[in-house]
């Protein structure tokens, strides 16, 4: 029995050696052949991250992996003798984290399983940044564009064209982007 505080990992298509080593390495291991559907589990159990221990792993077994990523984002490591380098190439488009050789003592299983946890994060953490700024970025054109029409049709300067649409948005309560829009859609239904 698996003490409850003990990180949990799915290890798909894993051998005794590796189970052990994660063990020893302080995880909690559920254990699942390559072939079957995982996704129930992962739902179920939550792991901290997926471990896979294949020869080498079908494509389905990538394919998979690729689903879960967008499905169930969360760490993933695949150890392998390191001899394909194609495999590597689809199992990091696949969304692995790490790809390691087998065998190795749990010290060094543990500080990998961190590293893709880490490396992980990080990567969410960028991702989620990516996207704030993208949609800053959006918003910014929404408001430069009604500020042009603004300055256009009204004949104000940047900075009263800027205002305009800040008072507009104050008070009709709603963000500048939103102001920005109906000042664009206002304009366009008075054109034609």
Known sequence: M????QPCVLLVGGGETL??????????????????DFYALIEQRRPAAVV??????????LEHLALLNRRHPQPIVLFHDGQNHELA??????????????????EAVRSLIEVALLHF??????????????????ERRWVDRAKCRLMETESLSETAAYERLRETAM????????????????????ET
């Open 52 to 61: 896979i221990s294949a020869a080498s792993p079908s494509r389905d077994t």
């Open 89 to 106: 190439v689809q199992a990091m488009r696949a969304g692995i984290s790490a790809y390691a050789a087998r065998d190795l003592p749990p």
């Open 171 to 190: 008070r009709e309560r709603v963000s500048l982007e939103q102001a920005a829009r109906t000042v664009l859609q206002a304009g366009a239904s008075d």
């Open 19 to 36: 189970c052990a080593a994660l063990d020893a390495a302080g995880y909690a291991v559920v254990s699942v052949a390559e072939d079957e």
């Open 121 to 138: 994060e990080q990567t969410r953490a960028l991702r989620k940044e990516l996207t704030r700024a993208q949609q800053t970025l959006a």
């Open 2 to 5: 698996s003490n409850p505080l």
